[in-house]
Each structure stands twice: as structure tokens, then as C-alpha cells.
């Protein structure tokens, strides 16, 4: 569990439109600050800042949110819940922070990231991916970026179910069946499982 990353946001007093296009003119982003108690607080923040802790931490990592209320700071645990980009520059426009409690747990959809080259496909199989991302369930410190997948030693025959996911200590997949992540299959099956799906 590494140590949290802070990112310093100010609260804002202003609705609408027009002052929000003003703070993009000046490279600020409005947002709002969902606490965990049902409160909103509307914030802002500078857009190359928040760049770099995106970066960081993406939609799965809890971070540190400072907001900075006319000198009185208070820090809040937060996702990146929601983001709007702008269709041209692809820069942040919005951004809502989801407050969480650390020693509660929190539903998140991570990513999958398929590593290596099966054995099966070698050997003249194919593999198909049902799903690239999954809900992880644990508590905001343990969530993790990504989940990674070796699937060098998946032969053909082999179907990674979500009940098969190797995930840290504390994390669990959410599901009501145990759903196929992937399966490697005989070329002349591929459309045979497609249809079973």
C-alpha cells in the first residue's frame, strides 16, 4: 500500500456556463467533490496539475483531495469518478471526484491487460476476449491500476473464468455467473464459442 498522492483543488462559487468557460480560458477545470455523507462541493482545479495525477492514478487509485476553502484546507480520499473532455483539444472540461472512506470497500471497473503470447495460439489456435474489464470490489488502497493476465501457458481448451483471476490480497471480481474472461480455442471452434456466449 504506497503512500496517497494529493492533488489541491479550490472551492468555487460560481454556477453556470459562462463562469465555467471562463476558468478553461485560464486552464482551470470545474468540478465537484461528491463526499462520502451525500454533500457536493463544487471545486476547481488547475488543468496541468490534475493532468498529472490522472496520469498517475487514472479511475482506480484513491488519491488525496485538497480543497482549499478561502485558507481552510481539508483533505478528502477520492476517486475520479466522471470526466468530460473537449471533443477537439481532448482536455479535461470537467471532472467529479467521488469521496470514499478508507476502511470501507468500493466497487471499481478496472481494466485487463493480456500479457504474453498463448501457447495455444502458437500452436495455430485463436484467442478470443469476451471482456477487458472487470468490477473489483476492495477496499480504496487495495484497488489496483490494472489487472495483468500471462496468458503464455493458456493451451487450447483453456477458458480464464472470472472465478479465475489471479487478484491481490483483499480484492475480489464482482459476478452474479462466473462469467468467461477469454478462451483459446482450434480455429475451426472459434465460431462455435462465439455462439455458445
Known amino acids: 500500500m504506497s503512500e496517497m498522492k494529493t492533488l489541491s483543488v479550490q472551492k468555487r462559487n460560481t454556477l453556470g456556463k459562462g463562469p465555467s468557460r471562463r476558468l478553461r480560458e485560464e486552464a482551470i477545470v470545474p468540478a465537484v467533490y461528491y463526499a462520502p455523507d451525500g454533500k457536493?462541493?463544487?471545486?476547481q482545479v488547475a488543468l496541468n496539475p490534475l493532468n498529472k495525477i490522472y496520469?498517475?492514478?487514472?479511475r482506480t487509485n484513491v488519491f488525496n483531495l485538497e480543497i482549499?476553502?478561502?485558507?481552510?484546507?481539508?483533505?478528502?480520499?477520492?476517486?475520479?469518478?466522471?470526466?468530460q473532455y473537449h471533443p477537439v483539444k481532448n482536455t479535461f472540461t470537467h471532472i467529479d471526484f467521488y469521496g470514499v472512506e478508507l476502511d470501507?470497500?468500493?466497487?471499481?471497473k478496472v481494466r485487463l491487460?493480456?500479457?504474453?503470447?498463448?501457447?495455444?495460439?502458437?500452436?495455430?489456435?485463436?484467442?478470443?476476449?469476451?471482456r477487458e474489464e472487470v468490477t473489483l470490489v476492495a477496499k480504496p488502497q487495495d484497488m489496483p491500476r490494472v489487472v495483468d493476465i500471462d496468458v503464455t501457458n493458456f493451451d487450447i481448451g483453456?477458458?480464464?473464468?472470472?472465478?479465475?483471476?489471479?487478484?491481490?490480497e483483499g480484492v475480489r471480481v464482482e459476478y452474479k455467473s462466473d462469467f468467461s474472461i477469454l478462451a483459446v480455442m482450434a480455429k475451426d471452434k472459434a465460431k462455435e464459442g462465439e455462439e455458445e456466449l
Open 40 to 43: 457536493n462541493i463544487l471545486v
Open 55 to 58: 496520469e498517475q492514478v487514472g
Open 68 to 83: 482549499d476553502d478561502n485558507g481552510t484546507k481539508t483533505m478528502h480520499p477520492v476517486f475520479v469518478w466522471d470526466a
Open 104 to 108: 470501507k470497500e468500493v466497487k471499481v
Open 113 to 130: 491487460r493480456f500479457v504474453g503470447t498463448s501457447k495455444g495460439v502458437k500452436a495455430g489456435g485463436r484467442m478470443e476476449v469476451y
Open 158 to 168: 483453456t477458458n480464464l473464468r472470472a472465478s479465475g483471476l489471479l487478484l491481490p
